[in-house]
């Protein structure tokens, strides 16, 4: 029997869609309006992602109210911006501003409180925060940042079309994010493609992986199958070894992220997350009663 199809090499695994999320609309903070992809009533938690916001808006009333003082506990969270600039202070006495291109990786561990405030009254501001997950021997580490301008993400050109931005991880390419030292070893990636061009990439077999579309569209191929997401949609990956995404016929832009999942017990309670519930309770005591 002769056939005309590729061999196919059963080292290679490529990840397919197992779920589009289309994100909820909500807001947080004092009323800033966003949209939940993870952390939603359709993704309670893609571990060990607890939560990915979108936000998106030329107009302030959707942003002017910002996210004033609250704590965080057992967790990190990650802010990457699109547009615009974000203020963020905390309890440790950090202070700075977040603009367009950078980004914010702040291990929460064992408590902080601060307050992430628009540093600009009109204009658009957009990008995403997402919260990672710490294993049980890090919730109570010491509270710690990763803090990278734009300037100092840096930028893989591909000569095929192929544009990434690396936060952190590296690319077969052989490109590293200047975040580093993470628990759950993330990847997380920023890519730009031209019309038609194709991204290949090798991924942690084992790691839980998605992909948001910022803009555009983009085919996800796996073997014989193809799904197609457009901007707005999230998403998740089934597990494997390779991805392989093919922009549309405008182009794509997207985020690939994906971490090392923890297999441990989750209990969240708003701005907490451990284990038990008896550690939220002593999170709750322990911010009210100032020892954050
Ligand atoms: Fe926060």
Redesign the pocket.
Known sequence: MTSDAPPIDPDIRYRKIDRVIPGQPTSDGAGVRLTRYIGSQSLSELDPFLLLDFFESDNPDDYLAG?PS???RGFE?VTYLLAGKMR?QDSAGHNGVIEAGGVQW?T?GRG?V???MPEQENGRLAGF?LWVNLPATEKYCEPAYHEYPQSQVPVEKRGDGVVIRVITGHTSGGISGPVSGIATRPLYLDVALSPGAQLKESTDEQHAAFIFVIQGQVDVIADQERSTLVAAQLGVLSEGNRVQFNAGGSGSRFLLVAAQPLNEPIVRYG?FVMNTRAQIEQAVRDFKSGRF
């Open positions: 996210f609250h704590p965080h969270t963020h702040m929460a902080i601060h307050s992430e925060q701005p």
